[in-house]
């Protein structure tokens, strides 16, 4: 009772404030109560998620390396770890500051919160740009290695793959330019108490988001969802097209020449389950993109949803829904590996064994 007095105080107190500063009149202060309710809410649950994802991928990197980085899907499955790794290791200074502001609200901050909050947030998301391009990738290589074998399998070689993955990084770097330049820290003083503190400054920022709006929060978040969710439709059909066969295949009692039964079988058992990895670890990424996508395509036809307009904290939070999603989709594939690759699952039963 106690906790929930002080909380709605909390509120209170945001609201008589923001209100103090701004008369309201072009409503800013909208959705300020509901902001700090669902910051208070994820609050509690972004520890357990990032501190997760953490034991979850480094798992996933020391049972890749130990397993023995044989061919093109694991170098793709390890780099997706290594780079979803990256983004909670980023994204955990902001994910502190936002915790800080929801639980408790210092007043004043001892240097510019936004200097926590926001300093690493955009390398974070070009390191969650990076397991977007590999996801895609994974899904793109099965999809031609399901549709045309022989060709595709001697295409996507081992060399090939950590070649290609490289020139993701650069990529998605190049993408991120503009706002990952859009930030400078400073020192700042304070007029009232004549003292200096650090501060995040920003320099050409409307017109730098506006285009990152444009290009990766519009045509490259569209490219990738449309191309995964057509490589999850193949694969899924060829799945279904594979169980048929290998029902028809038990089906017939009569003899059959083994090189008949495989291709009527379609694919083994190995790529069957690497396929239904594939399909998984897309399906993952495409559900948890979605609140991004439909608030990315709203943002460019509704510039009035924007952390410095009028919609502020509606727009704050929808982000921190979204972030969440992000947080949940860079921890979670461990369990994909661990139920769909029986290699993967005998090495890490191992080494559990033998601690």
């Given at each position: 009772?106690?906790?929930?007095?002080?909380?709605?105080?909390?509120?209170?107190?945001?609201v008589?404030?923001?209100?103090?500063?701004?008369?309201?009149?072009?409503?800013?202060?909208?959705?300020?109560?509901?902001?700090?309710?669902?910051?208070?809410?994820?609050?509690?649950?972004?520890?357990?998620?990032?501190?997760?994802?953490?034991?979850?991928?480094?798992?996933?990197?020391?049972?890749?390396?130990?397993?023995?980085?044989?061919?093109?899907?694991t170098?793709?499955?390890?780099?997706?770890?290594?780079?979803?790794?990256?983004?909670?290791?980023?994204?955990?200074?902001?994910?502190?500051?936002?915790?800080?502001?929801?639980?408790?609200?210092?007043?004043?901050?001892?240097?510019?919160?936004?200097?926590?909050?926001?300093?690493?947030?955009?390398?974070?998301?070009?390191a969650?740009?990076?397991?977007?391009?590999?996801?895609?990738?994974?899904?793109?290589?099965?999809?031609?290695?399901?549709?045309?074998?022989?060709?595709?399998?001697?295409?996507?070689?081992?060399?090939?793959?950590?070649?290609?993955?490289?020139?993701?990084?650069?990529?998605?770097?190049?993408?991120?330019?503009?706002?990952?330049?859009?930030?400078?820290?400073?020192?700042?003083?304070?007029?009232?108490?004549?003292?200096?503190?650090?501060?995040?400054?920003?320099?050409?920022?409307?017109?730098?988001s506006?285009?990152?709006?444009?290009?990766?929060?519009?045509?490259?978040?569209?490219?990738?969802?449309?191309?995964?969710?057509?490589?999850?439709?193949?694969?899924?059909?060829?799945?279904?097209?594979?169980?048929?066969?290998?029902?028809?295949?038990?089906s017939?009692k009569?003899?059959?020449?083994?090189?008949?039964?495989?291709?009527?079988?379609?694919?083994?058992?190995?790529?069957?389950?690497?396929?239904?990895?594939?399909?998984?670890?897309?399906?993952?990424?495409?559900?948890?993109?979605?609140?991004?996508?439909?608030?990315?395509?709203?943002?460019?036809?509704?510039?009035?949803?924007?952390?410095?307009?009028?919609?502020?904290?509606?727009?704050?939070?929808l982000?921190?829904?979204?972030?969440?999603?992000?947080?949940?989709?860079?921890?979670?594939?461990?369990?994909?590996?661990?139920?769909?690759?029986?290699?993967?699952?005998c090495?890490?039963?191992?080494?559990?064994?033998?601690?």
């Amino acid at each position: 009772m106690r906790n929930s007095t002080m909380t709605s105080s909390r509120f209170i107190d945001a609201v008589s404030l923001a209100s103090t500063q701004s008369p309201n009149p072009d409503g800013k202060t909208l959705y300020i109560t509901e902001y700090f309710q669902t910051l208070e809410v994820l609050s509690y649950a972004w520890p357990a998620i990032v501190l997760f994802g953490f034991i979850a991928n480094i798992t996933n990197i020391v049972v890749f390396l130990k397993a023995g980085v044989k061919d093109n899907v694991t170098i793709l499955l390890i780099s997706l770890s290594c780079s979803d790794l990256s983004f909670l290791a980023l994204i955990s200074p902001s994910v502190c500051g936002y915790i800080i502001e929801g639980l408790v609200r210092p007043s004043p901050w001892p240097f510019h919160k936004y200097l926590l909050m926001h300093s690493l947030y955009w390398p974070a998301f070009t390191a969650y740009d990076l397991s977007a391009f590999i996801s895609v990738s994974l899904g793109v290589m099965r999809c031609a290695c399901v549709a045309m074998p022989l060709k595709f399998k001697l295409v996507f070689t081992k060399s090939r793959t950590i070649k290609w993955v490289f020139f993701l990084v650069v990529l998605v770097v190049l993408l991120r330019l503009p706002v990952l330049t859009i930030f400078r820290i400073t020192w700042r003083t304070d007029p009232t108490t004549n003292v200096s503190a650090l501060h995040l400054a920003n320099v050409n920022k409307a017109s730098m988001s506006r285009i990152n709006d444009i290009l990766n929060r519009g045509f490259v978040i569209w490219i990738n969802n449309v191309t995964m969710v057509t490589c999850v439709i193949v694969l899924s059909y060829n799945l279904y097209r594979a169980s048929k066969m290998r029902q028809s295949c038990a089906s017939f009692k009569g003899p059959q020449p083994s090189d008949q039964a495989s291709a009527a079988q379609g694919m083994s058992s190995k790529d069957l389950q690497v396929v239904k990895s594939v399909v998984l670890v897309c399906t993952i990424f495409i559900m948890s993109q979605l609140p991004f996508l439909l608030l990315s395509t709203t943002r460019l036809t509704n510039r009035n949803l924007d952390e410095s307009k009028g919609l502020h904290f509606l727009f704050v939070i929808l982000s921190q829904i979204n972030r969440t999603c992000a947080y949940i989709n860079a921890s979670i594939n461990i369990f994909v590996y661990y139920n769909y690759n029986s290699k993967y699952r005998c090495v890490l039963r191992s080494i559990l064994c033998d601690k």
